[in-house]
């Protein structure tokens, strides 16, 4: 019995986790006014035939608290690589001397820095609903388990409460990256 209840603890923060690893993901994506080679993540690059990430095709540095700088492994993919970043929906203007490609942050204004606050709450909305899923999975088990009387109400109660904690810990944390998230925003 108590291998079930913890089987299923640890199943649903296993999920859980997952929203936050997916959270954390998805906030590398919103840019801030600063420079941050996370920033380049979602960036591929046809490579012999592959879609392959710009980090396994070359190194991204911080130059300073403003400007990146990506120098190809192989010189050949450079004009490849700054024509990606310029497709990209990351709003960002690469330029080229020689092998390094340099991309300045723009400055954000008001209205886009509102814009990206804006798609922050709505991925951390996205992680709560997750996170609330999960937790609804596990008290629908918890809740099958005492129908079969494999489980006491008792240990159904205690499984609930365990679960629910367990969700308000990972609400917390969901918050507490928003609120960081935010105030890097608005950052000037």
Known sequence: MILMLD??????????????????????KIRTGRAHPSLLD????????ADTPLIQLANINVEDART?????????????IEKAIMRSDLGLNPSSAGDVIRIPMPMLTEETRRGYIKQARSEAESARVSVRNARRDAMAMLKELEKEK??????????????????????????????????DLMEI
């Open 7 to 28: 089987d299923i603890q640890s199943d649903a923060e296993e999920r859980m986790e997952k929203s936050l690893e997916a959270l954390d993901h998805n906030f590398n």
């Open 68 to 80: 990146l700088t990506v120098v190809a492994f192989d010189k050949s993919t450079t004009p490849d």
């Open 150 to 183: 494999e489980i006491s109400e008792d240990e159904q109660r205690r499984g609930e409460e365990q679960i629910q904690k367990l969700t308000d810990g990972f609400v917390a944390k969901i918050e507490k990256k928003l609120s960081e998230k935010e105030s």
């Open 42 to 49: 979602s960036i591929r690059i046809e490579y012999y035939g």
